[in-house]
């Protein structure tokens, strides 16, 4: 509906909006203009309307300007009216204006209507106007404001009027026109009791209208600083909003192994003194922070599977405010009575608001921390030698960690289908007190037969558990006089080969999880190793991979660094060298005198285009070929 209202001389009432912040905006050159400003500051829903002002500028030096009529477009979603008023004297001025709700439009005109012949409007900001907020169910679900613009559907033209009574042009100019929301920004930060920060911990923001039910905004996880930022266009003066955090529903992610089962047992055979958040996450049947060897059993339980959670409903991750972090962090105080653990929590958010919360995880004996641990699997991506290989993984640790390899060397078939996989440990000097490895199956190839311990695995607590394709096996050395030294072996896994292998269609071997603690219970980083099967015939003999040539690359494609592991069946002049297709050297990699023996050599590529290139080792008795995918 089409509104006509008209201001006189000293009439004029200004109506009353929340101020807006916004820049002085410039004439935009040589000429008569109404200049729409580059953004206004939405107001709130309890101001209920929101100002926009216009600017007028005059740079001619022969006109002056005593009239104008103009047109603006506006959002008639977000605005159910919008009234123009004069920032300058109303003193002989005469207003009039058409708000054209229902099509989005504003028609303005002004006139001088005194008697000076030489007036001239001035310079600057010259109308309010002032939009009228639609109803809150509206107004506080909009996304975004439609901007204030100089044209539309509806033509119109702009003019000014001369002090001699001519029409002249007048151009409506825009800098943007924005309505920028009142935008709620709330940041949250999560640390870990150990220090390090906590990722990937999810965090949704809530919002709630007055008579109304709480309904999530968004939902997202920190990102690796441990930070979540939420920036939404809310008004707090409308909505309550909440962050919330359902720790309830949140996996702690590779945190606990057999080396937190160690660290607790250390604990209780006085090896190690618990304090502050230990008698938290050590205790994890949850006895008011007593430390037992029940807590030992429960976390063996998780592991092997018999416990899909903690005794007495204990959940994995706990959360802790500043405060408590500083009473409880370092105390030589058992604190579990005074300060007790929360799980799921709020906080109401009202404006630019920060907070910290510190994270615990049950059983997480040797502070890794929350989802600390990456497990990465190495694929093949040469398929047709996939099936050949024991598909490993890599597991990292966000915090400085000695690097060590569980070690599956290339096994063969043996008579009666037997395949044997003993796994080792390489430890760069580290003794080792706790292990644990997943080794998943495909059982249309391979049926599992059982685990041997080493001499020194008998004496440690170990757990082993084969279910679904899967053999998880875990120990500690609860002595810590038993401990596993780098080449050793800790056991001989066991299968039998239902298949030759060349009726595989992939890998039928591959590791899951897989950790290993240092003699203080410290989590350690673990390489893959190049573990190789070889099942060449089922029942009617074996070949071993050790009798075969072989040259393998890894990985590849690469996008620079690959590992080449390979054979020298004799003593012999070595030449290792990268040529392209045409059968040019590119690279030498190595050229030297080698006794025999199985050697992995490491070598970067870095320099080398996108393409197909061919790696020679070359002997005084043979080549070997294998081809290489450079893919950056």
């Known amino acids: 509906m089409n509104k006509l209202f008209k201001v006189i001389i000293g009439v004029l009432t200004l109506l009353v909006g929340n101020a807006s912040a916004q820049s002085s905006a410039t004439s935009p050159g040589t000429g008569h203009w109404v200049v729409i400003d580059s953004g206004y500051q939405v107001a709130t829903t309890t101001a209920g309307q929101t100002v926009a002002p216009l600017h007028f500028y005059n740079t001619s030096t022969s006109e002056k300007i005593t009239g104008m009529q103009f047109r603006v477009f506006y959002d008639n979603t977000a605005f159910t009216a919008v009234v123009p008023s004069l920032k300058i004297s109303t003193t002989d001025q005469y207003l009039q204006y058409v708000d054209s709700n229902s099509q989005g439009f504003l028609t303005v005109t002004l006139a001088y209507t005194g008697s000076s012949s030489t007036y001239n409007y001035s310079n600057g900001a010259t109308f309010d106007l ?22 539309g559907v509806k033509s119109f033209a702009n003019k000014a009027a001369t002090n001699w009574g001519n029409d002249t042009t007048l151009v409506v100019y825009s800098y943007g026109g924005r309505f920028n929301q009142k935008v709620l920004r709330f ?68 945190v606990f192994s057999t080396a937190d089962a160690q660290k607790i047992n250390q604990s209780i055979l006085a090896q190690y003194t618990p304090s502050g958040f230990d008698f938290y996450t050590m205790d994890v049947n949850n006895t008011d922070g007593s430390i037992t060897i029940a807590d030992v059993y429960s976390v063996y339980g998780r592991l ?22 500083n009473s409880i962090n370092g105390s030589a105080s058992n604190l579990t009575a005074t300060y007790s653990t929360v799980n799921n929590f709020t906080y109401s958010v009202d404006g630019n608001d920060s907070i910290t919360y510190y994270v615990a995880v049950k059983g997480d004996a040797n502070s890794t921390g929350f989802k600390m641990a990456r497990l990465t699997p190495i694929k093949i991506t040469n398929q047709a030698n996939a099936k050949r290989y024991i598909i490993d993984e890599t597991v990292s640790y966000d915090f400085p960690a000695e690097t060590i390899e569980v070690n599956m060397p290339k096994v063969s078939v043996e008579e009666g289908n037997l395949v044997n996989i003993p796994v080792k440990v390489l430890t760069n000097g580290k003794n080792l007190g706790a292990l644990q490895l ?68 992939s890998a039928a071997l591959w590791t899951g999880a897989k950790y290993v603690g240092d003699k203080n219970s410290k989590d350690m980083n673990i390489t893959p190793a190049m573990g190789i099967i070889e099942v060449r015939r089922v029942n009617k003999g074996t070949v071993s991979l050790n009798d075969l040539n072989s040259i393998i690359v890894f990985p590849n494609p690469t996008e620079g660094d690959i590992q080449i592991q390979f054979k020298i069946k004799e003593d012999s002049n070595v030449d290792m060298a990268i040529s392209d297709e045409v059968g040019r050297r590119i690279q030498t990699i190595l050229k030297q005198r080698m006794p025999a023996g199985k050697y992995k050599y490491s070598a970067n590529l870095d320099r080398l285009s996108n393409g197909l290139y061919i790696l020679s080792v070359t002997t005084e008795t043979e080549v070997l070929h294998s081809k290489i995918i450079v893919q950056k």
């Open 187 to 254: 940041a949250a930060k999560f640390k870990n009791v150990t220090g390090s920060d906590a990722k990937n911990l999810w965090v949704s923001l809530e919002k709630k209208a007055p008579s109304g039910s709480w309904t999530q905004v968004e939902a997202k996880a920190t990102n690796s600083s441990g930070v979540v930022v939420f920036r939404k266009f809310l008004d707090t003066t409308y909505w309550d909003v909440r962050m919330v955090v359902k720790g309830d529903t949140m996996t702690p992610g590779n």
């Open 130 to 151: 002032t939009f009228t907020h639609a109803g809150s169910s509206t107004w506080n679900t909009l996304d975004s404001i439609k901007t204030l613009k100089v044209a």
């Open 304 to 325: 092997a599977g018999r416990f899909s959670s903690w005794p007495n409903s204990k959940k994995d991750v706990m959360f802790f405010t500043v405060a408590e972090y």
């Open 438 to 505: 997943d080794l998943k199956y495909d059982t249309a190839y391979l049926e599992f037969k059982g685990i041997e311990n080493s001499e020194k695995m008998m004496k440690w607590t170990t757990y082993m558990n084969p279910s679904n394709g899967i053999v998880s096996w875990g120990g500690a050395d609860l002595t810590n006089e038993n401990m596993l030294n780098d080449g050793e072996q800790a056991f001989n896994v066991q299968f039998i080969a239902k298949k030759p292998q060349d009726s595989w269609a």
